[in-house]
């Protein structure tokens, strides 16, 4: 099982950015894909962006071009970065590898 722990989430006008990273407690991280996926109030969770062992990426069509993923295999992290947020980006923001997620970071976008 791995765990991953998220960080990065806060309060953020619209316009502005954050960077949300995810450690992982895993051998051979580098060896994972790892996704980001958010749960907005009242929506099914989504999947916004992945990045496989390669380092390709993959993102949601509402986020591309605003948000990249990443990752740092001699840190164990991954990382997403948005920029030009929204309020429609409110949501909590969750690490995924294979079937193991975390417990979720909370991005508001609001003025």
């Known amino acids: 099982q791995v765990q991953l722990v998220e960080s990065g989430g806060g309060l953020v006008q619209p316009g502005g950015s954050l960077r949300l990273s995810c450690i992982a407690s895993?051998?051979?991280?580098?060896?994972?894909?790892m996704e980001w996926h958010r749960q907005a109030p009242g929506k099914q969770r989504e999947l916004v962006a992945t990045?496989?062992?390669?380092?390709?990426?993959n993102y949601a069509d509402s986020v591309k071009g605003r948000f990249t993923i990443s990752r740092d295999n001699a840190k164990k992290t991954a990382y997403l970065q948005m920029n030009s947020l929204k309020p429609e980006d409110t949501a909590v923001y969750y690490c995924?590898?294979?079937?193991?997620w975390g417990q979720g970071t909370q991005v508001t976008v609001s003025s």
């Open positions: 990045i496989t062992k390669s380092g390709t990426t």
């Open positions: 895993v051998s051979f991280f580098s060896l994972y894909t």
């Open positions: 995924k590898t294979n079937t193991d």
